[in-house]
């Protein structure tokens, strides 16, 4: 609410009003929404993030969408450059749920990929061109995701499908 304030610049009581009855309402329906659980590996809290990680994984993925984002337009500037889309399916090793909704909102925030769905530990990405899908398949962001819960080193992607619009499946 404050953010919004901010950015508006309306300081009318009507307007503050709504805004605090609309904050009230969301934080109603949220904390309702809190104690169902909607998967078997759901954490409560948060407990096993680990906190201080989080600054510099938000860092790190800001970095990655700015690379992104200069690769995809690239792709539009310069049309002559083959396009061709992929589908990337894989299986990861993580914690939780929420883990596993990082990841997928991450791969999501990066442009030139999009989660498609997951299901339990499986995913499906489509991918703009090789070098989009590269920070998935490499297993540098899955990594990433993993180190805001643990401070193991172990893979955490496996079972990776890659396949392009001639349905060529490539395994690795």
Do not use: C
């Not at 969301?26 to 078997?40: P, S, T």
């Amino acid at each position: 609410m404050a953010f919004w304030l901010i950015m508006s610049g309306i300081y009318k009581p009507m307007q503050i009003t709504q805004g605090v009855i609309s904050v009230a309402i969301v934080i109603a329906v949220n904390h309702k929404l809190k104690l169902h659980k909607f998967f078997d590996d759901e954490m409560d809290d948060l407990r096993e993030l680990r906190f201080y990680y989080v600054p510099f994984y938000v860092l790190w993925l800001l970095k990655e969408i700015v690379l992104a984002g200069l690769h995809v337009a690239a792709v539009i500037l310069f049309p002559w450059r083959q396009v061709e889309t992929y589908i990337i399916k894989f299986k990861v090793n993580l914690p939780s749920a929420h883990a596993r909704m990082i990841l997928g909102n991450s791969i999501t925030l990066t442009p030139g990929t999009l989660t498609i769905k997951i299901t339990g530990n499986e995913f499906i990405v489509h991918a703009l061109t090789p070098k989009s899908y590269q920070g998935i398949t490499s297993d540098t962001m899955p990594k990433k995701v993993f180190k805001l819960f643990s401070n193991e080193e172990r893979p955490v992607i496996h079972d990776i499908e890659i396949i392009n619009k001639e349905d060529q499946i490539k395994q690795r």
